[in-house]
C-alpha cells in the first residue's frame, strides 16, 4: 500500500518550472523520459554496453530528441537573466575553497537559497512567465506498468523487474522455518540472463575498508539498532515525511516538481522514477526518520534530479552522445557522489549502509540466502533489516540455495572512496552541473558544456563548509588519504 502526493505551494513558481517553459517541446520530452534514480542509471550504462556491439553505421544514424533539437533551442531560446524567482530566491555562485576546489566557469547560473543578492529580472518577462506557469496543468500520476517494453517503447526498470513477486510470501515462509529455508524467488517478468551475468561478479577491494566502517560503528553504539535510534531518530509520520519533504522543495526551488509516494514495499530506502511522465519520489516508510530524511532527500532530489536537469541540455544526453564523446560511465560516480550526500552535515556521518552493502554482495556472491542471514548477524540482530539486505543481494536469483550477488550494490562505497580519493581535485559545482558524467571526464567536458540555467543544490554553494564536511567524513570514518591513495 501506498500514498502519494503533489506538493505544491499555491501561486508557487520555482526557478525550474520558469526553465521548463522556455524549453522547446522535444527537449522537454527528453527532460520527462529521463528518470534520475538508479534503475534507470542501471539502464543507461546498460544501453552504453550494447550499443558497443552496434555498427558504426548504425551509431551514426542514431541520436535522440534532445541532441536533434538542442542547436536549435540555444539559437532561439534568450536567456533569461537570473531566471524568475520568488524574492526568497536569487543566482549565486559558489565561492572558492581553500582547499584547492575549482572554481565552476563564469557563465553557470546557480539556483538556490538566498544570500542577500539582488536578483537582475526583467518585470515584463517576470510576469509572462508566470502567466503562463499558473495556466499550465499538473499531469496526472498513473500506475507504473511492469512490462518489458512499454507502449512508447521505453523499456521496463531494471530494478522493477529484478524484485521478486513473492517476495512477502518467501518471506512469512523463511521466518517460520526459524530462518532455515533458502527462498525459492518468483519475478513476473525476469531479466535476461546477459544482465544478471554482467552483475554477478563480486569485488573484494574495498572490503577492508567496508568491514572496519561497521565495526566502528559497533564500538561506538553496541549495536547497529543502537546506531540506528541515536544517528537516526525516531520514525516519522506519513504526514511529517510530507511537510519534511515540501520543505525540502522549497529550500531546492523545486515545489511542484515533483510526486512525492510513500510505501512499505521499497527495497530500498527511497528511489526516484519518472512515472507517467512526472518525476515521482518514492520514500520508504519504515526508513524515514528524523535525522535520516534529510539525507535522503539530498540523495534523491539533491544530487539524482537536478544532475538530471543538468544534464538534459547537455550535448552528451543521449546515449549516441555518450558514445561519441566516449564518455566513462557515470557510475561509480553518480551513486558515490549521492551516497556522499546521504551523510553530509550529519552529527556522525558513519558510511554504514554503503559499506554494509558492499559486504552483503560480497558474501552473497559465495554463500546461500540462509547462510548470508546467519552471517549478517555479526553486524546486525534485527531479523528483518537482516531480510531486506539480503534480498537486495540475492534479487535476481531464484534458488537461494546457490551462491550467487546481484552487484549493483557495491558501487555506492566504490563511489564514495573514488570521490573522497580526489576530493581536492574535484570541481564539485561543476560536476553538478554537467549532468550524469563520471569526475574524471570534467575537465574535458566543461569547454563543450551548456552552462545556462543549470542547478546547483543549496548544501554545496558553500564549498569551504563543503569540503569541511569531506574531511568529517574522511575522519569519522577512520580513512586516511594515504590508505586512499594506496588502493585506487
Keep these: 500500500m501506498s500514498n502519494q502526493s503533489i506538493l505544491n505551494a499555491e501561486k508557487a513558481v520555482s526557478p525550474s518550472q520558469v526553465v521548463l517553459e522556455k524549453m522547446s517541446s522535444s527537449v522537454l520530452k527528453c527532460l520527462l523520459s529521463t528518470s534520475s534514480n538508479s534503475c534507470n542509471l542501471f539502464q543507461a550504462e546498460e544501453q552504453e554496453k550494447d550499443q558497443e556491439q552496434q555498427s558504426q553505421f548504425q551509431e551514426q544514424k542514431t541520436s535522440g530528441a534532445c541532441s536533434r533539437n538542442r542547436l536549435a533551442m540555444t539559437q532561439k531560446k534568450p536567456r533569461v537573466p537570473g531566471v524568475v524567482r520568488s524574492s526568497a530566491q536569487t543566482n549565486i555562485m559558489p565561492s572558492r575553497s581553500s582547499s584547492g576546489l575549482l572554481k565552476p566557469t563564469q557563465n553557470m547560473g546557480v539556483v538556490g537559497r538566498a544570500v542577500g543578492l539582488n536578483p537582475l529580472a526583467a518585470p515584463q518577462l517576470r510576469r509572462t512567465l508566470i502567466y503562463n506557469l499558473n495556466r499550465a496543468e499538473l499531469p496526472t500520476l498513473q500506475k507504473a506498468r511492469l512490462t518489458r517494453e512499454t507502449e512508447n517503447g521505453r523499456k521496463l526498470c531494471i530494478f522493477a523487474a529484478l524484485k521478486p513477486s513473492n517476495v512477502q510470501k518467501e518471506k512469512q515462509r523463511f521466518f517460520k522455518s526459524t530462518f532455515s529455508c533458502n527462498p525459492q524467488f518468483e519475478y513476473s517478468r525476469p531479466v535476461p540472463a546477459l544482465i544478471l551475468e554482467r552483475h554477478s561478479v563480486a569485488s573484494d577491494r574495498f572490503l577492508t575498508q567496508a568491514?572496519?566502517?561497521?565495526?566502528?560503528?559497533?564500538?561506538?553504539?553496541?549495536?547497529?539498532?543502537?546506531?540506528?535510534?541515536?544517528?537516526?531518530?525516531?520514525?516519522?509520520?506519513?504526514?511529517?515525511?510530507?511537510?519534511?519533504?515540501?520543505?525540502?522543495?522549497?529550500?531546492?526551488?523545486?515545489?511542484?516538481?515533483?510526486?512525492?509516494?510513500?510505501?512499505?514495499?521499497?527495497?530500498?530506502?527511497?528511489?526516484?522514477?519518472?512515472?507517467?511522465?512526472?518525476?515521482?519520489?518514492?520514500?520508504?516508510?519504515?526508513?524515514a526518520r528524523e535525522h535520516w530524511l534529510e539525507g535522503i532527500l539530498r540523495h534523491e532530489i539533491g544530487t539524482h534530479y537536478l544532475r538530471s536537469l543538468n544534464n538534459c541540455q547537455q550535448p552528451w544526453s543521449s546515449s549516441s552522445g555518450r558514445k561519441r564523446l566516449n564518455l566513462r560511465p557515470l557510475n561509480p560516480t553518480e551513486e558515490g557522489l549521492a551516497s556522499i550526500h546521504s551523510v553530509l552535515f550529519r552529527r556522525d556521518p558513519t558510511l554504514w549502509r554503503a559499506a554494509m552493502?558492499?559486504?552483503?554482495?560480497?558474501?552473497?556472491?559465495?554463500?546461500?540466502?540462509?547462510?548470508?542471514?546467519?552471517?549478517?548477524?555479526?553486524?546486525?540482530?534485527?531479523?528483518?533489516?537482516?531480510?531486506?539486505?539480503?534480498?537486495?543481494?540475492?534479487?535476481?536469483?531464484t534458488d537461494t540455495a546457490q551462491p550467487g550477488c546481484f552487484s549493483k550494490d557495491q558501487v555506492y562505497l566504490d563511489g564514495v572512496l573514488r570521490i573522497l580519493r580526489y576530493r581536492d581535485e574535484i570541481n564539485f559545482p561543476l560536476l553538478m552541473a554537467l549532468g550524469k558524467v563520471s569526475f574524471e571526464d570534467v575537465?574535458?567536458?566543461?569547454?563543450?558544456?551548456?552552462?545556462?540555467?543549470?542547478?546547483?543544490?543549496?548544501?554545496?554553494?558553500?564549498?569551504?563548509?563543503?569540503?569541511?564536511?569531506?574531511?568529517?567524513?574522511?575522519?569519522?570514518n577512520q580513512l586516511t588519504d594515504e590508505e586512499l591513495k594506496a588502493i585506487i
Design 357 to 397: 552493502l558492499y559486504y552483503t554482495v560480497y558474501q552473497a556472491s559465495h554463500m546461500s540466502f540462509c547462510q548470508l542471514f546467519q552471517d549478517l548477524g555479526r553486524f546486525v540482530e534485527n531479523p528483518s533489516t537482516r531480510w531486506d539486505y539480503c534480498v537486495r543481494a540475492k534479487r535476481g536469483q
Design 211 to 287: 568491514v572496519h566502517i561497521m565495526e566502528l560503528a559497533l564500538e561506538r553504539y553496541g549495536s547497529y539498532e543502537r546506531f540506528e535510534q541515536v544517528t537516526g531518530g525516531s520514525l516519522l509520520s506519513k504526514s511529517r515525511i510530507y511537510h519534511n519533504v515540501k520543505k525540502y522543495m522549497e529550500t531546492e526551488g523545486c515545489v511542484g516538481e515533483i510526486v512525492v509516494q510513500l510505501s512499505d514495499d521499497l527495497l530500498s530506502r527511497a528511489s526516484m522514477t519518472v512515472v507517467s511522465s512526472r518525476h515521482t519520489l518514492n520514500i520508504n516508510v519504515s526508513s
Design 443 to 476: 575537465d574535458r567536458l566543461r569547454v563543450l558544456a551548456q552552462m545556462d540555467n543549470s542547478r546547483i543544490p543549496h548544501f554545496m554553494q558553500d564549498q569551504v563548509k563543503y569540503a569541511e564536511q569531506l574531511t568529517k567524513i574522511m575522519t569519522v
